[in-house]
């Protein structure tokens, strides 16, 4: 318990501290807010533009395509708002050597490294990722226990994602530069935007077992939109026990192969 406290205070200062620094810089603080929100309108025009040419695609109509979506925006939200810094300022710590004094810290560096920086700007969208997904989830609609479990779903959803971007990440250790992987991190996170079934046969065999990207939002929302489909589920739970011991192992490897640049 007094470990768990711990964690908490510290990511306390890691909240005010983000707060503090992105509000010293207001307009790009402004433009973040802007971006986000355009980056939500134009993914969802671009589907409810496909669809005033199909009735559907594949197995479903427009509001469930569209509320799948709008699942994949609220988990983009949370990567964007609580993780998606801290892996180009890991790239950077790697090559100037700035990552021997996080290693040194009393807590674990997964922790440290990958949930140091928080977005505050991202934060002051939550009302529109939620909202979009709130409307379309009535359009289809979602049943009451489906409305109950959504936001843990959401969560595993996020977890999953940030699993398989810290494994990625680890290619790291082993490079000089990162920034090429964090462009590779960017693309393989963009396959989990579409649901699974717009994939042939071998690419959805790959990314959902090898590395399990199309579970991310196929998942919970196949799950959702039928309560049914506990195979779904299953495999999403699986994947994120499985997936996260080969992190911690991965990674501990990582740090072993890390060669200090201020040395």
């Not at 307009?27 to 355009?38: G, N, R």
């Not at 977005?119 to 409307?135: D, Q």
């Not at 195979?231 to 192992?249: E, P, Q, R, S, W």
């Amino acid at each position: 318990m007094s470990s768990i406290k711990h964690y908490l205070s510290v990511y306390k200062k890691f909240i005010e501290t983000s707060f503090s620094v992105q509000l010293s810089f207001r307009t790009s603080f402004a433009l973040l807010i802007f971006m986000d929100l355009f980056f939500y309108i134009s993914t969802l025009a671009t589907v409810d533009f496909i669809y005033d040419h199909v009735a559907v695609i594949g197995p479903w109509e427009k509001n469930k395509l569209m509320f799948f979506i709008s699942f994949m925006l609220c988990v983009d939200h949370l990567h964007m708002t609580l993780l998606s810094e801290s892996f180009w300022v890991l790239s950077r710590q790697i090559r100037t050597g700035e990552l021997d004094f996080i290693l040194l810290k009393p807590v674990h560096s997964i922790f440290t490294i990958f949930f140091r920086y928080i977005r505050p700007s991202s934060l002051t969208n939550t009302i529109a990722a939620w909202g979009f997904l709130i409307y379309f989830g009535s359009k289809v609609p979602l049943t009451t226990t489906a409305w109950l479990i959504l936001p843990i779903l959401l969560i595993m959803a996020f977890i999953l994602l940030a699993i398989i971007e810290i494994i990625i990440s680890t290619a790291m250790f082993w490079l000089t530069e990162g920034l090429g992987i964090n462009f590779l991190r960017m693309q393989i996170q963009s396959l989990a935007r579409w649901p699974d079934y717009i994939y042939k046969v071998l690419a959805r065999r790959l990314f959902t077992v090898l590395m399990p990207i199309l579970l991310i939002g196929s998942a919970p929302v196949r799950f959702m939109l039928d309560l049914k489909s506990w195979d779904y589920i299953a495999g999403m739970i699986a994947a994120i026990f499985v997936f996260g011991f080969l992190m911690f192992k991965i990674w501990s490897r990582a740090l072993i192969r890390y060669e200090s640049a201020s040395s």
